[in-house]
């Protein structure tokens, strides 16, 4: 579905010399390296995380498998199409969205971008009837689909996006920080809607995210990138098992204790806020310490939980 090798994308600037005449009669340029030599495959139904720090090559990855930039060297092949060529039915086969940039009329409410969209993308009128009920019905948007677009909020105006960039029925979407400054409850809604989408239409899906719990709840497979190198490829399960090093044990004690009385080793992380103690403990010790603590206090709860992901992913790109 989606074949990527070897590609290279310089970007070039013009550089400032701040003498006007130099600049205009002998430009130099400034060289910038965004991808070297990546390559990857992305099956059909797919749904990879591609992640990375700032600056690390994840838009201009899919901007270039989106047909909007055009490669520096390498393959590129998407739906059987040479992306940048911009064939009609690639072009009806995709689809991009940009949680920063709004791809909506500003002044006009969300449901004229709706029928622009199908008039540009030639969608019959009851294709469009049909995609329009459930999308709206998935994303619970009906109540503020006929308000301009500037008076929504980000997390409706979001939706609304999505709704949008999914009218011709792609089958291949590019989400680059579908979740990008939403809260919790938005958060989760669209997250909920990708998985559902996905599922329903099975759709090839490319996610870029910085929050580490969308990645985690979306995606079994994880690309990362830094520095337009791809450091990663494969199971975000294999990343787990190799990075996580400690687990996180919770207790819920009934009487109050002091640490002394714990009698902890060392190597134990111990934060304690009556009646919650949480002890950050190294994998392979976990069991001695809870046999240990457990035969120790009067507690009413436990539960044991793993790293938190994103401390995993940093481990990764530490390295
Ligand atoms: N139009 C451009 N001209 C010159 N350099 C650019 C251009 N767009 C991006 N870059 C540079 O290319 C590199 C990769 O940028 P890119 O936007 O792909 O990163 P990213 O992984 O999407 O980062 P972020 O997580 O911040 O969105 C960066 O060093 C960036 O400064
Ligand atoms: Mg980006």
């Known amino acids: 579905?989606?074949?990527?090798?070897?590609?290279?994308?310089?970007?070039?600037?013009?550089?400032?010399?701040?003498?006007?005449?130099?600049d205009l009669f002998n430009r130099t340029?400034?060289?910038?390296?965004?991808?070297?030599?990546?390559?990857?495959?992305?099956?059909?139904?797919?749904?990879?995380?591609?992640?990375?720090?700032?600056g690390a090559g994840k838009t201009t990855t899919m901007k270039i498998l989106a047909g909007i930039l055009y490669p520096t060297s390498g393959k590129v092949d998407v739906l059987g199409y040479k992306p940048f060529d911009k064939k009609i039915p690639f072009l009806k086969d995709i689809a991009f969205v940009m949680g920063?940039?709004?791809?909506?009329?500003?002044?006009?409410?969300?449901?004229?971008?709706?029928?622009?969209?199908?008039?540009?993308?030639?969608?019959?009128?009851?294709?469009?009837?049909?995609?329009?009920?459930?999308?709206?019905?998935?994303?619970?948007?009906?109540?503020?689909?006929?308000?301009?677009?500037?008076?929504?909020?980000?997390?409706?105006?979001m939706r609304a996006e999505l709704i949008a960039a999914l009218v011709h029925s792609p089958k291949v979407l590019f989400l680059d920080?579908?979740?990008?400054?939403?809260?919790?409850?938005?958060?989760?809604?669209?997250?909920?809607?990708?998985?559902?989408y996905q599922k329903r239409f099975k759709a090839t899906i490319m996610l870029t995210s910085?929050?580490?719990q969308d990645v985690q709840r979306l995606a079994k497979r994880v690309i990362m990138i830094d520095h337009?190198?791809?450091?990663?490829?494969?199971?975000?399960?294999?990343?787990?098992?190799?990075?996580?090093?400690?687990?996180?044990?919770?207790?819920?004690?009934?009487?109050?204790?002091?640490?002394?009385?714990?009698?902890?080793?060392?190597?134990?992380?111990?934060e304690y806020h009556h009646p919650q103690l949480s002890l950050t403990i190294p994998k392979d010790k976990v069991e001695d310490v809870i046999q240990n603590i457990l035969s120790k206090i009067d507690y009413v709860d436990v539960t044991i939980e793993?790293?938190?992901?994103?401390?995993?992913?940093?481990?990764?790109?530490?390295e």
Do not use: C
């Open 210 to 212: 910085h929050y580490m």
């Open 306 to 318: 793993n790293e938190p992901i994103e401390d995993i992913v940093k481990k990764k790109f530490e």
């Open 177 to 196: 920080e579908p979740t990008i400054g939403l809260d919790i409850f938005a958060q989760t809604t669209i997250v909920n809607f990708i998985r559902e």
């Open 29 to 54: 340029y400034e060289e910038n390296k965004a991808l070297k030599n990546i390559s990857f495959a992305i099956g059909e139904g797919e749904l990879v995380g591609f992640i990375g720090p700032n």
């Open 228 to 270: 337009g190198s791809i450091v990663f490829d494969g199971k975000l399960d294999t990343l787990v098992a190799k990075y996580s090093a400690q687990k996180i044990v919770r207790v819920v004690v009934t009487k109050q204790l002091t640490l002394n009385e714990m009698q902890l080793p060392t190597y134990v992380k111990v």
């Open 100 to 157: 920063q940039k709004n791809q909506l009329l500003w002044e006009l409410p969300p449901t004229d971008s709706f029928t622009l969209n199908k008039e540009i993308y030639e969608v019959s009128d009851e294709e469009y009837k049909k995609t329009i009920t459930e999308l709206i019905d998935l994303l619970e948007a009906k109540e503020f689909l006929d308000r301009p677009v500037k008076t929504l909020s980000l997390g409706q105006r």
């Open 1 to 22: 579905m989606i074949h990527v090798q070897n590609l290279t994308k310089i970007y070039r600037s013009p550089k400032k010399s701040g003498i006007f005449l130099k």
